[in-house]
């Protein structure tokens, strides 16, 4: 048995909404901040980018309440897809997508820490 299943925190890009005619798309960069201290006892700090995309009910959400800087625990799968750019050269392209199948999308933090706010996970809509 295989499980194909990511688990980020971190803070979000603006989103961009994408309404086509099978339901809305949403879009948007999950920076990951990691630090630590090296070798000289420096503290290093890290950024890694993350691509999301969400479908249907999990995009509508994204667009209503999702933006920039949001604090945001996305469980969703990794999918990588492949195409030929203008001199044919194969490119990919690695994201995580939440299409409310076993995803998760949950806004942490808040206006101020003591007013902490959370949206209930995907998986917990009435949908």
């Known amino acids: 048995m295989s499980l194909n299943k990511c688990i980020l ?20 960069g999950l920076a990951i901040n990691e630090s630590y201290k090296n070798k000289q006892g ?9 691509n999301i995309v969400c479908f249907g009910k999990v995009a509508e959400i994204v667009e209503k309440y999702v933006k920039k800087g949001a604090l945001l625990y996305i469980e969703g799968q990794i999918k990588t897809s492949s195409w030929s750019d203008k001199e044919g050269n194969k490119r990919y392209s690695t994201e995580v997508v939440l299409n409310g199948f076993n995803s998760t999308l949950k806004m942490l933090g808040g206006k101020s820490e003591s007013q902490q706010s959370e949206a209930k996970p995907v998986d917990d809509l009435p949908y």
């Open 42 to 50: 420096e503290k290093v700090e890290q950024t890694e980018w993350v």
């Open 9 to 28: 925190i971190g803070n979000c890009a603006d989103p961009e909404i994408i309404s086509t005619e099978n339901g809305t798309i949403a879009k948007f």
